[in-house]
């Protein structure tokens, strides 16, 4: 499967296997001949890949955002492999169709167990002078459908723009636009939500007169965030990585407490009553600046750093007169298997111990208080029992006989207090919250 110049666009449906390509109409194998095939790392799992077709290596040692050089490939004989260059495994494999006298480069992308591949080919008409022509390849499948804009502005607050692609599902191309060449920041948002979820943002992506380019998207760490790549047709690329993150804080302090925060400037409380769950907001990663206030007093915290392309979650818990804080790792990526839901439990309780059982069958055991389970995987339902579990209480803090769980979906479940009592069920309950999509 394919993009060829006379591409619109195509969803990559999420139930394909993970060596599956796009695909749009276009010629196949011609009878014989040779074509010129190259390999570009798109995938973050991996710090070098190897590509092979009919087992002769065309490609090696080729680097994470790097592309390598062309070879020549028999289109009769065209089983192509993409290795692992440090042992020689095998993480995609396919036979796709190609045309005698054609470039292509073929595009890994996705994650360790769950790689993607799509193969581009590299024919389009080059544009008169003063003019260039951009493809958007959405190939970060986490992130969901997205809107690209190019403008000439300061920043991204898109007050006036239009998106010169809309609604880009993962796994689609926008099809080769025409725009003047120049200098232009490039700013990726969620569909429809402009300036309040903003991607990525490229101060300075130049497209030369009379070229042909691509924009690459691909999925950071934490699943939202995207990061970029541009590839110049027949040409080079280059790195477009996000230097954002997404941060967002629980309150879980017990007897109703408040909590104000801001991190970076940014408001993410003000006066929120305990339990509550903030919205992201999306931050420059590094070091960062951090104020909180319990029940209106300052409290004195080590400032996070942040990683770019990740999301975290600032838990606020415990004695509102001896707050703590956690920084929580947030994974919010899709489920590697699709159909599955991915779900895990953060302990904001003062004590250790806690569970989630979904079917009942446990999917996370024992986690500390201030910390969180390791993501786990369970079949999609219509309707199911979800309990959390507590080891000072005897029966479940958190019952639902019928909790849906859409299939590709991402859930939280937060055990948090509901008054001061630390000694009987009633003092606890759970917050579910749907992170994805």
Do not use: H
Not at 268 to 276: E, H, K, R, T, W
Request: net charge neutral.
């Amino acid at each position: 499967m394919r993009f060829t110049p006379r591409a619109t666009w195509l969803a990559l449906m999420l139930s394909l296997p993970a060596t599956a390509l796009l695909t749009a109409c276009g010629s196949g194998g011609d009878g014989g001949g040779d074509t010129q095939v190259r390999l570009l790392n798109a995938t973050r799992s991996y710090p070098s890949l190897d590509l092979t077709v009919n087992d002769k290596t065309i490609n090696s040692k080729v680097a994470y955002a790097t592309v390598g050089e062309y070879g020549a490939v028999n289109i009769d004989a065209t089983a192509t492999k993409v290795l692992t260059s440090d042992v020689g495994t095998s993480i995609a494999a396919t036979t796709p169709s190609l045309t005698a006298g054609s470039n292509y480069t073929y595009i890994t992308y996705g994650f360790a167990g769950a790689v993607r591949t799509t193969l581009l080919q590299e024919a389009e008409t080059v544009p008169d002078a003063n003019k260039a022509k951009l493809l958007v390849l959405n190939l970060a499948p986490d992130a969901g459908a997205m809107d690209v804009y190019l403008t000439t502005a300061a920043d991204c607050a898109l007050a006036t723009e239009t998106a010169l692609t809309s609604n880009l599902q993962g796994g689609a191309g926008s099809g080769y636009i025409q725009v003047n060449s120049g200098t232009f920041r490039v700013c990726v948002t969620g569909y429809n939500k402009r300036a309040q979820d903003l991607r990525l943002n490229i101060p300075a992506v130049t497209l030369d007169s009379a070229t042909v380019n691509t924009l690459i998207l691909t999925s950071t760490d934490g699943g939202v965030l995207v990061n970029g790549i541009t590839l110049v047709q027949k040409g080079a690329v280059k790195n477009y990585a996000s230097t954002q993150a997404r941060v967002r804080t629980v309150n879980a302090l017990s007897n109703s407490a408040t909590v104000s925060a801001t991190v970076n400037g940014q408001q993410m409380f003000d006066g929120a009553i305990s339990p509550l769950i903030s919205d992201y907001v999306t931050v420059e990663s590094g070091a960062s600046t951090l104020s909180v206030q319990v029940n209106g007093n300052s409290v004195s915290y080590t400032p996070p750093t942040f990683t770019a392309g990740t999301d975290t979650t600032l838990l606020v818990y415990g004695d509102p007169a001896a707050p703590k804080l956690s920084v929580l790792n947030d994974d919010n990526r899709l489920p590697t298997v699709s159909g599955d839901v991915k779900i895990r439990l953060i302990n904001a309780m003062p004590i250790s111990g806690a569970g989630l059982n979904v079917g009942f069958g446990a999917v996370a055991s024992n986690v500390a208080s201030g910390a969180t389970s390791v993501p786990a995987t369970t079949s999609s339902s219509s309707s199911t029992q979800v309990d959390v579990t507590a080891p000072i209480a005897g029966s479940p803090i958190y019952t639902n006989t019928a909790f849906p769980l859409p299939a590709n979906t991402v859930w939280t479940f937060i055990a948090v207090p509901t008054v001061m009592s630390t000694t009987n069920t009633t003092g606890y309950t759970a917050l579910p919250k749907r992170e994805r999509p």
